[in-house]
């Protein structure tokens, strides 16, 4: 069976400092991976998703970048950190063929900039 | 489409009682749409999906009905239990596309 990691679990950074978080996907191969952010009661906005290693499409302009150095594992990264960037951030999967069509998330991270 | 800057709306029920919890989506070029659960502090987890060729899907205590004509879903959960208490997302993917797209999400509180 498939398994999705996401670390760290919670994370408090102070403004200016870089950021990494990873994502880690187990149990299938060619996976598409997704990065979203949710604020505080709200909705789910989508960052950033790859459909293979090096290949990352970005759906919202910002600070944040993403990285897919291994099939199965995606990254989000940033240089320098603002406060709208706390979050809880989510990681998730689907099969690229579509055998899999459900989006399945991670346990997410929670991100506080002071 | 996106619904990400809305506060969320909120739905109690009492236990025992079924539950209605509705999502407007944006794009008639959707093809496949699920439902998911939120618990605190958690990742969305999955409950229900549904193809945009079919009009109803049941599951466990759990049904979805889609109305493409007005660009409507819904979920239904039966025998609303103090453990279904969470945020309710619908997500919706284009037919071309690896994007999903979620609502704003509704927030079930099961009154004992």
């Known amino acids: 069976s498939q398994t999705i990691h996401q670390w760290p679990a919670t994370l408090v950074q102070p403004v200016g400092s870089p950021l990494s978080l990873e994502c880690t996907v187990e149990?299938?191969?060619?996976?598409?991976l997704y990065w979203y952010r949710q604020a505080a009661g709200r909705g789910l906005q989508l960052l950033f998703y790859?459909?293979?290693?090096?290949?990352i499409s970005s759906e919202v302009p910002q600070n944040l970048s993403a990285s897919r150095p291994q099939d199965r594992q995606f990254i989000l990264s940033s240089k320098k950190l603002l406060l709208s960037d706390s979050g809880f951030y989510l990681c998730a999967w689907n099969a690229r063929d579509r055998s899999i069509e459900t989006q399945y998330f991670g346990p997410g991270t929670r991100l506080l900039v002071l | 489409g996106e619904s990400v800057g809305l506060h969320l709306p909120t739905l109690s029920v009492q236990e025992g009682d079924n539950s209605i919890i509705n999502c407007a989506y944006s794009n008639s070029a959707s093809d496949y749409f699920i439902w998911y659960k939120q618990e605190s502090g958690k990742g969305p987890q999955f409950i229900i999906d549904?193809?945009?060729?079919?009009d109803k899907r049941q599951g466990q205590r759990v049904t979805v009905l889609l109305n493409k004509t007005v660009k409507h879903l819904s979920l239904q959960i039966a025998a609303t239990q103090p453990g279904d208490s969470a945020v309710y997302f619908c997500a919706e993917r284009l037919y071309t596309g690896n994007q999903f797209y979620f609502g704003t999400g509704t927030s079930l509180t099961v009154i004992p």
């Open positions: 149990g299938t191969s060619n996976p598409n």
């Open positions: 549904i193809r945009s060729n079919m």
């Open positions: 790859s459909v293979g290693i090096g290949q």
